[in-house]
């Protein structure tokens, strides 16, 4: 079984200043998938970045960065220069692919607020 | 832009009273997911589609059934809503899976109340 842990439940932060969301998962699988989603308050999931087991490589996108360590299996991610507009929920997921096909497992969910 | 359209956005229906949420997708995706997701949680997966291949998660209840006439379209009827189905549906769809795990895209949901 599949588990994603996202130790942070709520994070507070002034505006410009970085802050970085945990996320921990459990797999016995070799061959998986890393995602992030981010839910503003329209409610929609933003799909952010996917990640596969093998690409250990960290990424970065303008503000967003993302640190993918297997020995340590996690995948974080860094807001730089944080503003008003990034406070949501941060969602990280893990999916595997097996009979059921390609279900995503989500953990509990980082809510972000940036203050000005 | 190619997306995924969920209307009503927001729907209020009677306890007991038959009601359907319908999402639509212009991304010509093969899978489509139906999820429900209440307050200060992560989403649930209901079911999904794969194709015209449906799959009912173990825990969902009867209550909640699912139809998809075409590739574009996909519908989430509550039989009999309770107040404990008061929560956003969301829908969402991905590519077909062949031994890759493609991102899924969502739809922006519709929030159910439940009188």
């Known amino acids: 079984a599949q588990k994603v842990t996202q130790a942070q439940t709520e994070i507070s932060v002034v505006e410009k200043e970085d802050v970085t969301l945990d996320c921990v998962y459990e797999t016995r699988d070799t061959t998986y998938y890393l995602f992030w989603y981010k839910q503003p308050p329209s409610g929609e999931l933003v799909f952010l970045i996917r990640r596969n087991s093998f690409d250990e490589q960290n990424e970065i996108s303008g503000r967003y960065s993302w640190n993918f360590q297997k020995s340590t299996s996690s995948f974080n991610f860094t807001i730089t220069a944080s503003q008003v507009v990034d406070s949501a929920v941060y969602f990280c997921?893990?999916?595997?692919?097996?009979?059921?096909?390609?279900?995503?497992?989500f953990g509990g969910g980082t809510r972000l607020m940036v203050k000005p | 832009d190619a997306m995924v359209i969920q209307n009503p956005r927001y729907q209020v229906t009677q306890f007991g009273k038959p009601v359907t949420l319908s999402c639509s997708q212009t991304?010509?995706?093969?899978?489509m997911y139906w999820y429900q997701q209440k307050s200060s949680q992560a989403p649930k997966l209901l079911f999904h589609?794969?194709?015209?291949?449906?799959?009912n998660e173990a825990d969902t209840p009867d209550n909640f059934q699912s139809r998809r006439p075409n590739t574009s379209f996909c519908f989430l009827d509550i039989r009999s809503p309770g107040l404990g189905d008061a929560a956003m549906y969301l829908c969402?769809?991905?590519?077909?899976?062949?031994?890759?795990?493609?991102?899924?895209?969502f739809g922006p949901g519709t929030r159910l109340t439940v009188t």
């Open positions: 997921a893990l999916s595997v692919i097996n009979n059921a096909g390609n279900m995503l497992t």
């Open positions: 991304l010509n995706h093969n899978v």
């Open positions: 589609y794969y194709d015209k291949d449906f799959n």
């Open positions: 969402a769809t991905s590519r077909e899976w062949t031994g890759v795990s493609y991102e899924q895209y």
